[in-house]
């Protein structure tokens, strides 16, 4: 029961924040300088073209109306109709989220089976001699502090140069040409891939790192267990939930839209589509963008919870209200 | 430490083949042909594939109807599909379109004759209602590009194939408008029995049909059948993508992704040069950007017609040309350079004044240490232009604060109150094909989107009237040098340097047909004769 109230009072918070979110970003939206008329019509459109288009989104409303007549249809699913292509704003999103999605995949891919194992290794050879644990603390450093658009700039650099079977931009569906897909998705990735992986690495480096000190360690090296099954049976669980906590984090950042990703590699995915939307001041796509973003974080953030409830059930005690 | 001698080895071999990759040659296109950056190889077998990259999309708030299309991205899309009466050449000679002749039997009526055979991708023949009809709805909606097609008094058929239009004065540019798109003919019967909308779909007598659009991602085009011009167009498909970041676009043209790709880096040319493989041509186009004063700024800065001129003299356009735009534009009055009959800018008055006529203009107006916002946005290189304005201004003591907005901030500035509350800005003209076309919109009751900065005036009114109404001739070379006179006095609106499009493509699998000088904006208006070496 307390279990239930605990994801209640989570859900509610989650809708408050939705909603105080909703209310920002329509405002933001609706006091950039600049209107739609002004930037899609140009400088020759009328005053009638002008009135026109204002009338036909709704725009020659006050902006409560307009925001209680978004909001009310935005409940019911319908986000209402890009300004620019005429076509209902989830159909867009729907077109763009695929590219997103699968950015997102690979990139948790990575950090899965790169991200983890590195850290686990740079943690356990942390007080050796070899110069392998300093090499990855670096290359873990390097790939966080890299920003995305110098390594994406190199990238495309290098790779227009040296095309290798990759191409820079070109996007196709993978539906349409399963092959070309991987093509000019894998340069986009492998550069994501990058922070993503460096991040998870340091994260899990530090988790591991914080375990090996605890007394059950020492027990067990006394018990004769060896490293391998140490690593396995005792660290990795105890290690995870921050990794989880960073991986859905990092997951949810993703799927909001790598915009930077997005652009440099010209893929036509959500980030790209809300910052054109932005420009544009297409309002309805910019509105129901930052809404899905925030969605997609508050999602995360409570499946981290759970996810971290299970795999320590101390957390689980603290969501029900024991005192520790 | 020692460095192993396979590393030296392995230096050595890296530096000698990177000063062996010096550039093959100068990957500038050169035609023999007058008035080309580069034509077609006829002998080339057609079909096959052209993948073009282009920074925007059309700008689809108004939908897909050319005659509501008003800017140079949208009609170069459009010219896939649509066509016009007459068309431009090289030389900006008027040349046969869909009319393959017409008469000019007064200084106020044309008389065209249709072409046989010209059909619809519907497969429906155009006939002279068609003609007629896209005449009608222009004049009766509201495109801008009814301003441009001048006093269109009554249009009418002669018979199926002859099409007459008379206008209510003389107006010289009115074949010239009429090979833009915007005058486009459209199938006036399906638009009228519903069975098309002109606005989500287009339906043309062009050499290709639209397949499929995602905005802001991608077109395919693909070739149609029945065209009437024989052999045409060359490439069976013609895929689009839209790729807003130069440096993608740069890449997709080096590593073979992309055929042809516009790019907007004046340092392009540079960049890419030694490329194998690639070529960058700069098309000079009649477009160019001019500097806004407003007169109804804040605090009364540049009501006095002085203080503008003042600022027009200080402009050293050779230095915003070499120094902004790496010397691919040309300076230019009101008339754009590069058209036939175009004004000399250094005969304007401004040109002939020296800066310390410019100070002591500002002197007598009390304007000394006058200092104002300039509003520019971010696209390049419009920065850079700005910056060179700034230092321009500088020699006479005044001090530009330079103010980078998005194109939205920018626009709402600019465009959004009346009256405007701005101080200065940058932006850019198109230029059309005729010399007299775009001093228009110096007359803010005929362009309405100035109404808010700038005070009519009755002198420069007249000029641009009779520009536009005196025939060719040495007599009409006297009125555009008094248009570009009257402009650089009233000031309001300052012209200062063309601005180039740079066209890059693959030169070892494309040889494509470019103009060496553009009024339209048009890169792709010979895209039916390009042909694909390696598809």
């Known amino acids: 029961m307390r279990l239930f109230t605990w994801w209640l009072r989570r859900a509610l918070s989650a809708v408050v924040t939705l909603f105080l979110v909703s209310i920002l970003i329509f405002a933001a939206s609706r006091l950039m300088p600049g209107g739609f008329a002004e930037v899609v019509l140009g400088p020759f459109a009328t005053p009638e073209q002008k009135a026109e288009v204002a009338a036909k989104y709704g725009l020659d409303e006050s902006i409560v109306v307009q925001y209680w007549l978004w909001l009310t249809t935005a409940l019911t699913g319908d986000f209402g109709i890009s300004m620019i292509s005429g076509e209902p704003v989830t159909t867009e999103f729907g077109l763009r989220l695929p590219v997103t999605a699968q950015l997102t995949l690979f990139g948790v891919v990575a950090a899965i089976l790169i991200g983890v194992p590195l850290g686990v290794l740079t943690a356990v050879r942390a007080g050796g001699r070899r110069g392998g644990a300093a090499l990855g603390r670096l290359a873990s450093g390097l790939g966080v502090s890299v920003p995305e658009f110098v390594l994406g700039s190199i990238v495309v650099f290098l790779f227009s140069r040296y095309a290798l079977g990759l191409t820079v931009g070109g996007y196709v569906p993978f539906g349409e040409d399963p092959g070309g897909n991987l093509r000019s998705m894998l340069l986009p990735a492998a550069v994501l891939s990058v922070f993503v992986v460096a991040v998870t690495a340091r994260t899990t480096r530090d988790a591991v790192l914080n375990v090996l000190v605890e007394p059950y360690i020492t027990a067990a090296i006394a018990r004769g267990e060896s490293p391998g099954s140490i690593v396995v049976r005792h660290v990795l669980r105890n290690a995870s939930i921050p990794v989880v906590t960073v991986l859905t984090t990092v997951t949810a950042y993703l799927l909001g839209g790598a915009v930077i990703i997005e652009y440099l590699f010209n893929l036509p995915g959500v980030g790209t589509y809300i910052v054109q939307a932005v420009g544009r001041r297409d309002y309805a796509v910019v509105q129901a963008g930052v809404l899905l973003a925030a969605v997609v974080f508050i999602v995360m953030n409570m499946l981290t919870d759970a996810a971290a409830g299970v795999l320590d059930p101390r957390f689980g005690s603290a969501a029900k209200g024991r005192k520790r | ?535």
């Open chain 2, 1 to 535: 430490m020692r460095i192993p001698r396979i590393l030296c080895a392995v230096a050595a071999t890296a530096v000698l083949s990177s000063c062996s990759a010096a550039p093959v040659s100068d990957n500038a296109p050169t035609s023999e042909v007058p008035g080309y950056l580069a034509v077609a190889d006829e002998a080339v077998t057609s079909g096959g594939t052209l993948d073009l990259q282009m920074t925007v999309d059309n700008g689809a708030a108004t939908g897909l109807d050319p005659q509501l299309a008003d800017v140079a991205t949208s009609w170069q899309l459009m010219s896939l599909v649509y066509e016009t009466l007459v068309t431009v050449g090289p030389d900006f000679s008027i040349e046969p379109g869909l009319a393959e002749s017409w008469d000019n039997p007064s200084p106020t009526e044309y008389v065209f004759h249709l072409r046989k055979g010209v059909t619809f991708s519907n497969g429906r023949a155009m006939t002279a209602d068609d003609v007629v009809g896209s005449f009608e709805r222009l004049l009766a909606g509201q495109g801008v590009w009814k301003t441009q097609i001048g006093p269109v008094e009554k249009v009418s058929k002669v018979d199926d194939r002859t099409v007459s239009v008379t206008l209510s004065s003389p107006y010289q540019p009115f074949l010239a408008s009429l090979a833009n798109v915007p005058a486009a003919v459209l199938p006036i019967k399906e638009i009228e029995d519903g069975s098309v909308d002109i606005t989500r779909e287009m339906l043309g007598t062009g050499p290709f049909v639209v397949k499929s659009h995602r905005q802001d991602v991608s077109w395919q085009f693909t070739r149609r059948d029945g065209y009437w011009a024989q052999g045409k167009p060359s490439a069976d498909t013609v895929n689009i993508a839209i790729a807003g970041q130069e440096q993608a676009r740069m890449a997709a043209l080096q590593n073979g992704s992309a055929d042809l790709v516009m790019l907007g880096n004046v340092d392009a040319p540079e960049l890419l040069n030694g490329v194998r493989g690639t070529a960058v041509g700069t098309q000079a186009t009649t477009d160019f950007y001019y500097l806004m004063l407003n007169s109804n700024a804040p605090g009364g800065k540049f009501d006095d017609p002085r203080v503008r001129q003042a600022i027009n003299i200080a402009m050293d356009r050779r230095a915003i040309a070499d120094s902004a735009l790496g010397g691919l534009g040309k300076p230019t009055g009101v008339t754009p350079a590069g058209l036939p009959g175009s004004c000399d800018p250094a005969q304007v008055p401004s040109a002939k004044a020296g800066l310390d006529r410019a100070r002591q203009l500002l002197r007598e107006a009390g304007a000394e240490n006058l200092t104002f916002e300039l509003a520019a946005y971010s696209t390049a290189p419009a920065p850079a232009v700005a910056q060179v304005i700034q230092q321009n201004l500088q020699r006479i003591g005044i001090t530009v604060n330079i103010e980078q907005l998005d194109e939205g901030s920018w626009s709402g500035k600019v465009y959004g109150e009346v009256p405007a509350t701005f101080d200065a800005a940058l932006s850019w003209f198109a230029g059309y094909a005729d010399a007299a076309m775009v001093g228009k919109w110096w007359n803010p009751e005929q362009a309405g989107f100035n109404v808010g900065f700038m005070e009519p005036n009755a002198e420069l009114n007249t000029a641009i009237d009779k520009a536009i109404a005196t025939p060719a001739g040495p007599e009409r070379d006297t009125a555009l040098q008094q248009l570009c006179d009257a402009v650089d006095t009233d000031a309001q609106m300052i012209p200062l340097v063309t601005r180039p499009a740079l066209i890059g493509y693959r030169s070892d699998a494309l040889s494509p047909t470019l103009y060496a000088t553009e009024g339209y904006g048009n890169v792709l208006r010979g895209i039916a004769d390009f042909r694909l070496l390696t598809k």
